[in-house]
């Protein structure tokens, strides 16, 4: 689950437009598309968590944004989480801004996304890997819940083995000597990258979002570090590194 929007700024006006299109109707697409290449020849960034969102639909015999909503966000007590804000929350959506002549200015309509989505169209797209809104808070406690290898305030969300599942190298040695792994939907640091410093212990799991919110967790440490931003087209931006870095410096122990 990446979550690219945090709930912070005053309205703007919008331009609405309706999109019907459903999970199931691009999972229908993509099945009639062939492989790039064989499993386990390389590694290529996909939709296979869309693929899970719709397969989770059909098992469960939900709507992705209803199963999200009765299994995970409620029992991590979550308030702003959401595929589609509510009217009520609509307030405090983060305009995505990007660096125009030195000035800040609001970040354009694209044709791979639309930062209004949160708010507009048809509201009917439950992306399996994206899409969701949210706060801070609400993801910090998505994280302590893995930390806590699955429970969450005395609520179990996850078996203590699936947790280590998802943790588990998935991807072999197809990424080479980079001092990190890919498990189930979110990157970890081995003990090459332990060593390489500044990322955190083995097993940091981490991962962003489309508008460059960043997120990592250290199991060894019981640090979480959560930085929302809503930017695109910033290369020059030092800002995630730098404050990864800054939280573990602020271990005094």
Known sequence: ?????????KRQSRIHTVIYQSIED??????????????????????????????????????LDRFFKERIFDPLGTEDSYFYLPDSKIEGLVAVQTREDGKWI?????????????????????????????????????FQMYLNQGTFNGKRLLSRTTVQL??????????????????????????????????????TFDWGGYFNTQYFADPKEQVIGILMKQTQDTPADETGWKFRQLVFQAIDD
């Open 106 to 142: 609001t970040f354009p309509s694209s044709p791979y996304y639309d930062p209004d989505n949160p708010i507009k169209g048809a509201k009917r797209f439950f992306s399996g890997g994206g899409g969701l809104s949210s706060s801070a808070e609400d993801y910090s406690n998505f």
């Open 26 to 63: 691009n999972i229908k697409k993509l099945a009639r598309l062939p492989l790039h290449h064989e499993p386990g020849v390389k590694f290529t960034y996909s939709e296979e968590l869309d693929v899970l969102g719709y397969m989770i639909e059909k098992l469960s015999g939900l709507p």
């Open 166 to 203: 998802i943790m588990a190298n998935q991807v072999g040695d197809l990424l080479g000597e980079s001092g990190a792994y890919y498990g189930l939907a979110f990157g970890v640091l081995d003990k090459s990258g332990e060593g390489m410093g500044r990322r955190g212990s083995a097993g």
């Open 1 to 9: 689950m990446e979550i690219g929007s945090t709930l912070l700024w």
